[in-house]
């Protein structure tokens, strides 16, 4: 069973000003609760003991806030670099073990992280990514997969006619070494501000196998702008 998480909370969130002007975006409440900290409760519900936060952007209220409940990882390129980046400040803290990643900024049912967990309990994939197999827009993290759900690519710019579905932030990093390694590749070459998605696809072009788990219909949103704050608090009342 994964023992660890990390979850990546550095970034601005400058799309959802005046609202993250004085929040950072993970600690806007859904019907009283803050994002982040239902997903550390149903984190630990399900077995995780550790959670690392990568923080960045308001740092202070995040480790405020969450106390307690987790250890902080400080990156400090937080204005210049993706999410990748971030990920990449965590390395030393999981060190060799797996571990489940998630975005700070998403909100999802519980339903959806028990079957996204009993699903890849066994599964001998480098990474496994939660995808909802949708029709998507263009702002989404769109993904190609093979007939065996493996993937192909992942990427904003996959156009929708080409587009399986949407990763919707979830994973379960089996191989943390071999994570890494690609991540201090790009950044090696230079590749700061870009999303995770961009090593992940590395891999799978290099053929390593990144398999790709439904959500089943499950309810989840990411919240990047003022009307999926909204929405969210519709799905999640």
Request: glycine fraction near 4%; proline fraction near 3%; aromatic fraction near 12%.
């Amino acid at each position: 069973m994964i023992k660890k998480a990390v979850i990546v909370a550095a970034g601005l969130s400058s799309r959802l000003y005046p609202l993250t002007l004085e929040t950072p975006k993970t600690l806007l409440k859904v019907n009283e609760e803050e994002i982040l900290m239902r997903n550390i409760s149903l984190l630990k519900e399900h077995g995780v003991e550790e959670i690392f936060i990568v923080v960045g952007y308001r740092k202070e209220d995040i480790m405020n806030k969450a106390k307690g409940q987790a250890q902080f990882i400080f990156n400090p390129f937080y204005k210049y670099c993706n999410n990748m980046g971030s990920l990449w400040f965590a390395k030393s803290a999981v060190n060799d073990d797996p571990f489940y990643y998630l975005h700070g900024d998403i909100i999802f049912s519980e339903e959806l992280l028990k079957d996204f967990i009993e699903q890849t309990k066994d599964s001998l994939a480098v990474i496994d990514l939660s995808v909802d197999f949708k029709e998507t827009n263009e702002e989404a993290m769109k993904v190609r997969v093979t007939d065996k759900n493996t993937l192909i690519e992942s990427n904003k710019e996959i156009v929708l006619e080409q587009s399986d579905g949407e990763w919707i932030g979830i994973a379960a990093i089996k191989n943390p070494d071999i994570v890494f390694t690609y991540i201090e590749k790009a950044l090696t070459e230079e590749h700061y501000n870009v999303y995770d998605t961009f090593a992940f696809t590395n891999m799978a072009q290099d053929g390593l196998r990144l398999y790709c788990v439904s959500t089943n219909n499950e309810p989840w949103i990411e919240v990047d702008f003022l009307e999926d704050y909204e929405k969210a608090k519709e799905i999640f009342k």
